[in-house]
């Protein structure tokens, strides 16, 4: 497993630059688009390892290595995560600017690691079963719909998630999504190990 993320991040190091950049870039920008963007495409980068992935024919490689399908299949998930929570610590470092980070900072990027952890359990599934380039279709229309959401409502957004967090109502939503975040990627594991086996017979 851990020959398989260093395998990615590797990849990702040398091929993804300039989403590496974008991650970067929006990561230190104090707004609330800025860090939406950053999980964004911190949750995009397992796809992009899995269309290496393919041009390279790597599954065919790996089907003659001792790793089992839950090995593969995880392992695109668990760079999904460490991805995720570099963008997050690199948001809180940026936002602290020497100073303590402030609660509406961390619900809000909080919030925004939920979302992009549900964009990922959606997106792997159909990559897993269709391939980078058959998915492309759904995964440019999740991209267009989020866009849409943090352009057009991201200060509304924003101003909800401070206001909540100010008034001590933010707990139980947080909760709940972050349940749904967590239920999500469960589910979208097993359908990804059945998508994968499919895939491969």
Same mark, same amino acid.
Do not use: H
């Given at each position: 497993? /851990? ?8 990849? &990702? ?20 688009? $800025? ?9 995009? #980068? ?7 992935? =393919? ?9 003659? #290595?001792?790793?089992?399908? /839950?090995? &593969? ?30 609660? =509406? ?23 897993? /079963?269709?391939?980078? =380039? ?19 409502? $991201?200060?509304? +957004?924003?101003?909800? +998630? ?10 139980? $939503? ?28």
């Amino acid at each position: 497993m /851990r020959g398989l993320i260093m395998k990615d991040m590797l990849t &990702i190091a040398k091929q993804a630059k300039a989403f590496l950049i974008l991650i970067l870039f929006f990561a230190v920008i104090p707004s609330f688009s $800025g860090s939406s963007f950053a999980m964004l495409y911190a949750a995009m #980068m397992p796809i992009s390892a899995l269309a290496y992935d =393919e041009n390279c024919k790597w599954d065919q490689l790996a089907a003659m #290595m001792p790793y089992s399908v /839950r090995d &593969i299949v995880l392992s695109k998930y668990l760079l999904g995560y460490i991805c995720l929570l570099a963008t997050g610590a690199l948001y809180v470092t940026a936002a602290a600017k020497g100073t303590a980070v402030s609660g =509406e900072d961390i619900a809000q990027i909080a919030v925004m690691a939920c979302f992009a952890l549900i964009f990922l359990a959606v997106n792997l599934p159909c990559m897993f /079963r269709l391939g980078v =380039e058959k998915g492309r279709l759904l995964f440019m229309a999740m991209i267009g719909v989020i866009v849409f959401l943090v352009v057009g409502f $991201g200060d509304n +957004i924003a101003e909800g +998630i401070n206001k909540a967090s100010a008034g001590g109502s933010l707990a139980p $939503g947080a909760m709940a999504i972050a349940a749904s975040a967590l239920a999500a990627n469960m589910a979208s594991v097993a359908l990804s190990e059945r998508a994968y086996k499919r895939k491969m017979r």
